[in-house]
């Protein structure tokens, strides 16, 4: 009978160690960083960005907790825009101001946010005219990005700017501009999808192409 307890006991006491070896204590070693990254964000990014990442603070910042966002970037992606910031735009760059170890909490923070797996259809060679795309621009989306997309708070971003341009790949541009930003002024512009636009998947292509070419003059 004795033994047939201890053995139960034992088993009891497996029981516990694989259940909290399971739980989110220890598989998910992210928790730590997540709230490490919290508190760097509630500090320096609140006012703008938001307490729900929205875009929703005080000073003008856009949505970074949007699920076609965080599905179109990658970590590096987050890492190198916070670092860098986009000089001019409102954005700080936090490279001189934060630590290695800040800046990657921050992303994993970030990251967090996503809840859902997107898969975008993109053209397997994004190459076509920016002249043509330069005239679509100005039909639909200087009103919000400006001329030659120097960007405007709170109207749209900078799309012209060095530091977008340098850690933004011509797929993750056009992903941008065909499936938009849920919640945001920044609507999808793809045919079929549920925006104005109604733009042919071509056409987006060559507006990234104008975009593109922007690069080179700054
Ligand atoms: C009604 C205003 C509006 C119009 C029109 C508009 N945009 Fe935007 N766009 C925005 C805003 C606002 C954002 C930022 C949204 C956010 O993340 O909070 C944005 C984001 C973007 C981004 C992502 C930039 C980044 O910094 O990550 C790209 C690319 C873009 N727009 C391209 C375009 C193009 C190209 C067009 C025209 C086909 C267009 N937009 C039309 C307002 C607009
Ligand atoms: C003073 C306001 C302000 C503060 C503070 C601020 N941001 Fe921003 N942030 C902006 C604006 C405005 C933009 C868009 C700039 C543009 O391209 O026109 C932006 C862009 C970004 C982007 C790129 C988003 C995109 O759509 O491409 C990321 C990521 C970001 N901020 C993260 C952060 C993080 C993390 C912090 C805190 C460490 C922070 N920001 C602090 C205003 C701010």
Redesign the pocket.
Known sequence: MKKILIGFYILVIIGIIVCISNSNIFTKKNSQAIVAGEK??NK??L???GAAGKGEGK????A?NNQN?LNSVTDKN?YN??KYG?EG????A?GPR?SENELKN?VVY?RNWQTEDIQFKVPETITGNPAYGKKLYHLYCQNCHMEAGA?M?RMG??LS?PQ?LKFTTDEQIWISIAYGREETRMGPSLKGLDGVRQLKKQDITDIVMYIRSLEEKK
Do not use: E, S
Request: proline share 3%; charged share 5%.
């Open positions: 760097v964000y320096n990014c006012v703008c960005h000073k003008a910042g856009t970074l966002f987050l825009y916070i986009r735009t409102g954005m700080p936090y934060l921050l970030i960007g708070l971003t900078a700017h977008y």
